[in-house]
């Protein structure tokens, strides 16, 4: 490691434990107890109204959806995307996302997440796209390389930012190996790697969605055995194939 950083790092954690001996230091009156443990209840209160809201408008929006019509909903997002859409086995792989996210009769194990792979073109971005919006949660795309990128020559901060917004949410990560290595700490890691394993701990697999140009060999070799267990067990593989979409 780097001596100023690793200097600066050791100056901080000082002076945050300095701060802590002093709060701990501090003595507080009943009526100052009472007055936290009442605002925190408040605040918990209004999350769960809140909750409970956001939760029933969600039922609302999807309340009356077959899998059928959900189906005929993806292909529409994929016809306004594209130029044409004759490709049946895009229609069957819709109507299995639809069941899935219905949590209806399916091929899908819907405890687990979706991997669409593929070979380049062939449209699974574009895919991926249209099932962002649905019953189970509405997943925001995050290209692999755009996020690795990011990150790369940061340090304490990584920990933290990876943690507080990549894990945890719905979230579709784009492009899985085609993000470049980073620096952390004056060593080469796989930010999407480390990622996936702690998605893998912290997060339901249902919430997490990959596109990846990748074969299964590639992702054992990239990722390591461990990391490419994990993802057999977190997915539902679902291989693309035919013709590019984009044309």
């Known amino acids: 490691m780097n001596e100023k950083i690793e200097s600066y790092l050791q100056q901080e954690q000082i002076k945050r434990q300095q701060l802590l001996d002093d709060i701990n230091l501090l003595d507080l009156?009943?009526?100052?107890?009472q007055l936290i443990i009442f605002e925190a209840k408040k605040q918990k209160y209004y999350r769960l109204k809140s909750e409970q809201y956001l939760q029933q408008l969600k039922q609302d929006e999807w309340h009356g959806y077959t899998q059928p019509r959900l189906a005929e909903l993806y292909l529409k997002r994929l016809a306004q995307r594209v130029k044409q859409n004759k490709r049946n086995d895009i229609k069957d792989i819709f109507t299995d996302l639809a069941g899935y996210h219905l949590n209806g009769s399916t091929t899908l194990d819907t405890s687990k997440g979706i991997l669409l792979i593929g070979n380049i073109g062939t449209g699974k971005t574009i895919i991926a796209s249209c099932v962002l919006n649905n019953p189970i949660g509405k997943f925001e795309m995050v290209n692999c390389n755009k996020l690795a990128a990011q990150f790369d020559g940061r340090y304490d901060e990584i920990d933290y930012y990876t943690k507080e917004n990549y894990c945890g949410g719905f979230l579709c990560f784009d492009d899985l190996g085609d993000e470049r290595e980073i620096n952390h700490y004056g060593n080469r890691i796989n930010l999407m790697s480390e990622l996936l394993k702690e998605r893998y701990v912290n997060v339901p697999h249902n919430r997490t969605m990959?596109?990846?140009?990748?074969?299964?060999?590639?992702?054992?070799?990239?990722?390591?055995?461990?990391?490419?267990?994990?993802?057999?067990?977190?997915?539902?593989?679902?291989?693309?194939?035919?013709?590019?979409l984009r044309t």
């Open 29 to 33: 009156t009943d009526e100052e107890y």
């Open 210 to 244: 990959v596109t990846t140009n990748l074969t299964p060999d590639q992702m054992k070799e990239k990722y390591g055995e461990r990391v490419y267990s994990r993802m057999r067990e977190m997915f539902n593989v679902i291989p693309i194939a035919g013709s590019d």
